[in-house]
């Protein structure tokens, strides 16, 4: 299997389904999930193994056809048509061949498949960690980048791929895992940060994930943000109904008791309030944003502060190019519709954090309303949804 390239045919599972051949794609959206696909999906997913007949009519839901072993030569018929492709020799190129009346995928065929490679580039890290680090993590970084999710993620019904699924699954995390502890040994705090959170978006309730995101941050001496960070950890598992994992408890319980509070915000609240009406909301960097942070968890705690700290996160159909653009839209509408003293962070191209100061509940809930609409009539043109969610400080 070489590289991606040319006329290549192009199988992407890990996470949305597709197949393309160069700059085509071949799995239209309307089809995607059609019986021709499924069966695609099929040998894809026992690529190497023989299935019997039985096996096919069950999974493809073609028992109470009223002649199964021709509805399946039907689906690979049509298959066969919509993977065509031009050969070496300038004949059709094979991608499903038959043999004794089963079905198999052409594994000589010139194919390149995302699972495959990533499952390659994950061994290939590991047998680096003991050699050459630095090459280790550019590997283990290639890899992660290829793992958008789980395997046919976004096929339903597919029992079939529970296996394969939890294999893909568990060597993401042990890769995710091995970078983070590889970029931290290497002084690299941020980018194992990034690394965490990137994998968070995926398996957002993986305790390891949170705790090594958590250690990162600590070890960069980021303590307000690591302690807002946790605050948000522990609400997502609270409100779904899960305990908050032990180690992760342990590490907000020892930062809630940490005095390393960074820069001083005594002085940058000075400066908020000393701002002007129209100047609108503080946009602040992390470090700034986690110091105030820090201060109005202290004055909750002594009961002089009624402040919220709110997470937006944005979410669509878009793609990857157009995050900035939304997401600085999403700044420039929060800046100009919050208060002057409230604070803005900006955490990754599509997530955003305010604190708001002195606010009610049912306050917060109409701010949050109108930013909604507000960023709604500000990108008419891409589909935006706000994911939001706040607590007390």
């Known amino acids: ?45 026992y690529k190497g193994k023989a299935l019997s007949a039985e096996q096919m009519y069950k999974y493809l839901s073609l028992e109470e056809s009223a002649n199964p072993s021709e509805a399946l030569k039907s689906l690979a ?13 300038g004949g059709e190129e094979q991608f499903i061949i038959c043999s004794q009346g089963r079905y198999y995928f052409n594994e000589n065929s010139d ?3 995302d699972a495959e490679e990533f499952e390659r580039l994950c061994k290939e890290g590991f047998l680096l960690v003991s050699e050459c680090e630095e090459k280790a993590i550019e590997i283990f970084e290639k890899a992660l980048s290829l793992y958008k999710g789980n395997y ?33 040994k290497a002084g690299m705090y941020d980018k194992a940060w990034e690394i965490c959170e990137d994998g968070l978006r995926i398996v957002p309730f993986e ?29 997502l598992f609270t409100e779904n109904g899960l305990n908050i994992p032990s180690e992760m408890k342990m590490l907000g319980d020892k930062l809630k008791r940490s005095k390393n509070i960074p820069g001083d915000p005594d002085s940058i609240l000075e400066q908020l309030q000393g701002r002007r009406k129209d100047d609108g909301a503080y946009v602040s960097d992390i470090e700034t944003f986690s110091a105030i942070y820090e201060l109005e968890k202290s004055r909750s705690e002594r009961g002089d ?82 994911q939001s969610n706040w607590q007390k400080i």
């Open 1 to 45: 299997m070489k590289a991606v390239g040319g006329n290549k045919l192009q199988i992407y599972t890990l996470g949305r389904f597709e197949i393309r051949r160069g700059e085509e794609l071949i799995s239209r959206a309307e089809q995607r999930l059609n019986k021709r696909w499924r069966l695609f999906q099929l040998l894809i997913t």
């Open 152 to 184: 046919l993620g976004d096929v339903p019904h597919s029992h079939w791929t529970i296996p394969l699924r939890n294999h893909y699954r568990e060597l993401y995390l042990r890769v995710m895992l091995a970078a983070n502890e590889l970029l931290r």
């Open 305 to 386: 502060s009624s402040g919220y700290l709110v997470a937006l996160e944005l979410n669509g159909s878009y793609p990857e190019s157009d995050f900035k653009k939304a997401g600085e839209t999403l700044k420039k509408t929060l800046k100009t519709n919050l208060r002057k003293g409230d604070v803005i962070c900006g955490w990754g191209p599509r997530k955003f954090l305010v604190l708001l100061l002195d606010a009610s509940p049912a306050g917060v809930e109409k701010i949050i309303e109108r930013v909604e609409h507000k960023l709604s009539g500000e990108i008419g043109t891409v589909s935006v949804d706000i």
């Open 111 to 113: 194919y390149w498949l």
């Open 207 to 235: 305790e390891k994930l949170h705790t090594s995101s958590l250690q990162a941050l600590i070890d960069a001496n980021k303590h307000g943000l690591a302690l807002v960070q946790y605050e948000e950890a522990a609400a």
């Open 77 to 89: 018929f049509y298959l066969r048509n919509s993977l065509r492709g031009e050969g070496k020799q």
